[in-house]
């Protein structure tokens, strides 16, 4: 039977593990805190892959079912830097997913961590919205320049910046695992192949154009919103443009 001193001190011993433990909790916090506060347009691919390799390395072995899923998640991230086809909407996503289970997570933390791992978990949602919405405005960005070359007269537009055009709208789209987006990408490949020919025929352009416009039409139509209004009227002005060269 152990003595009241012996009972002592296997307390004093847990105590001082479950201190450690926090510690540690609390340096690798505000380790990520500091660099999620920073810029992370700057933050190198091998830097941020290290960083969920430390997260996941620490996390993945704990035995509370939320803090495996963080784990888990940590995964996926580090998949999706590491995938050339990753979009940024996915790696929001991700993170988004990531904060909401780590504010959730410090609901059931110790006290001494319960604060900070909360303000973590706010602070990735953050960034992961960010992240969303600024590639976001960037394709909104390439829909608008889309549209003004279509607006003008195509014919006295170079070629350069029309395939300039295509290639940075196949680029965007044919990662994506919508077959409608797949579509348009495959008709942006066959006009740019058209367009690299000495002299296009306009009989060659047309059908391609106007069928691109059905299709960015039908796109625009369930679209979200900021995304609608431009796609649909791209997609006009391609059918149009596609009709006028078919005269």
Known sequence: MATKTENQSNQEATNKVSQTINDDWQQKLEELQSTFSEDLSTLSSEDATSLIDKWYNFLHKAKEPEVKEIANQLKQLKQHLKSSKATGHEISEVLIEIGEQTANFASDAEKDIRTPVRRLGKQLT?????????????EIEEIDSAIEIFEEDLT???????????????????????????????????????????NPKPSDISPILEQL???TTTVGQEAKRGFKGPLQRLGKLLSRTGKSLAE
């Open 126 to 138: 953050k960034v992961g919205n960010s992240l969303g919405k600024a590639e976001e405005h960037e």
């Open 156 to 198: 006295q537009i170079e070629t350069d910046v029309a395939l300039g055009s295509v290639d940075k709208w196949y680029n965007l789209l044919h990662k994506s695992d919508n077959e409608s987006l797949q579509e348009i990408a495959n008709g942006l490949k066959q006009l740019k192949q058209v367009l690299k020919h000495k």
């Open 213 to 215: 416009g059905e299709q």
